[in-house]
């Protein structure tokens, strides 16, 4: 899931994309839900953090 916010400043604007990857521990209701475990969570969070960093700047 992807929330887009904008914050004035007193002369700019910043736009703060988040992003949340959703899971549970419990394995039972991961499969009515269809979150990811903990440790996939975790996994696709650094995975999109190492694509932001690597992006080239514009």
Same mark, same amino acid.
């Given at each position: 899931?992807?929330?887009?916010?904008?914050?004035?400043?007193?002369?700019?604007?910043?736009?703060?994309?988040?992003?949340?990857?959703?899971?549970?521990?419990? =394995?039972s209701?991961? +499969?009515?839900?269809? $979150? &990811?475990? @903990?440790?996939?969570?975790?996994?696709? =969070?650094?995975?999109? +953090?190492?694509?932001? $960093? &690597?992006? @080239?700047?514009?």
């Open positions: 899931m992807k929330r887009v916010t904008i914050h004035r400043h007193e002369e700019s604007y910043e736009v703060r994309v988040s992003y949340f990857f959703y899971f549970d521990h419990d =394995a209701r991961r +499969a009515v839900s269809g $979150r &990811d475990t @903990p440790e996939q969570a975790l996994e696709k =969070a650094k995975a999109l +953090a190492r694509a932001e $960093r &690597d992006k @080239p700047q514009g």
